[in-house]
């Protein structure tokens, strides 16, 4: 695989408030300072523009901040955003997107790369039949936890027997600049009660950009699988959001974490694709006890993030 490309690293400080913005924005405002006597702003807003209205992260942080006001997002659970423009091909928000959380069933498009990855060693022992491809299908958009350890004990077998770690090391052998805070440790139980594997925003960021541009093997395939109609939480339900926009993605659902990753690919008003990445990540401290309740209301917190992103893209790119 090729190198992540430069756009994909945004500078941040060291968050130590949950949902404190990243430096991107006070660099950003002064470098728009500076360049306001006439130079280039090299893929940013025009200026009348940028002064008349905060930039994406700015008014992700506040609509999240008040998401915890409403007590739709308690005190007690972090969270992580992140949102890349294919377009613009810049970073757009980047609010805690260093930090390991659990991974859920996020990581299950993770587990089919690694399997791809085993194939290619192989020499053509391992083989992508139809049943390997039933059972990714039951993995990704079933989210089923069976096929999933299935598929990682099929990769333990084909890397030394090491068990759920042979997944996280197929990934970091192949990609280690693209997983470089992810942890598996673990088969997923049929109970789905998993809570040691983590991973970043930004791992998931760099896998959906790696995956985009074709730069894994059989990432049309991965792609494919991530698009099939589920219920996901970042266009279904979406109060402005077209009903023909395609998404690849995984949602991640425990009773500690509520998740969802993928690609949006929306048009615009000449019907040319104008792709972004959204990754929204709700972790709480400890596990809820009101299991269907706590997950529909940050799923729905979720969507209202969602959609607010959205449209600023509208605004960005003239979508349809």
């Known amino acids: 695989m090729h190198g992540t490309p430069q756009d994909l690293w ?4 060291h968050i130590t408030h949950d949902d404190a913005p990243a430096l991107l924005d006070r660099r950003s405002f002064l470098g728009m300072s500076t360049l306001a006597g006439g130079a280039l702003l090299c893929g940013l807003p025009g200026l009348a523009d940028a002064a008349g209205r905060p930039p994406l992260q700015a008014q992700v942080v506040g609509l999240v901040k008040r998401l915890r006001a409403e007590n739709k997002i308690r005190w007690d659970e972090k969270t992580s955003w992140s949102v890349y423009d294919f377009t613009g091909r810049k970073k757009l928000v980047s609010i805690n997107e260093e930090q390991p959380r659990q991974a859920a069933s996020m990581m299950k498009p993770f587990v089919a790369q690694a399997f791809f990855y085993t194939m290619r ?11 390997v491809r039933d059972t990714m299908e039951y993995m990704i958009r079933k989210s089923s936890n069976t096929a999933t350890t299935e598929l990682m004990q099929l990769v333990s077998r084909y890397n030394g027997n090491m ?36 991973a970043s925003a930004r791992d998931y960021s760099r896998f959906l950009y790696a995956q985009w541009h074709r730069q894994m093997p059989y990432a049309s395939e991965v792609l494919e699988l991530m698009s099939l109609p589920n219920h996901d939480r970042i266009t279904r339900g979406v109060s402005n959001m077209p009903s023909d926009v395609r998404v690849f993605d995984k949602t991640g659902s425990t009773a500690m974490l509520c998740g969802n990753m993928g ?4 048009r615009d008003r000449r019907g040319r694709p104008r792709p972004y990445t959204f990754i929204g990540i709700i972790e709480k401290a400890d596990r809820t006890n009101y299991y269907g309740r706590w997950i529909t209301n940050r799923s729905n917190a979720m969507r209202e993030v969602s959609n607010l992103v959205y449209s600023y893209m509208q605004g960005q790119h003239r979508l349809a």
């Open 163 to 198: 068990g759920p770690q042979a997944t996280e090391y197929v990934l970091k052998r192949h990609a280690p600049q693209v997983f470089r805070q992810t942890s598996i440790v673990e088969y997923i139980p049929a109970n789905g009660r998993t809570y040691r594997n983590t």
């Open 10 to 13: 945004v500078p941040t400080e």
């Open 121 to 131: 060693d192989s020499g053509g022992r391992l083989q992508y039949t139809s049943g």
């Open 263 to 266: 690609i949006i690919e929306c």
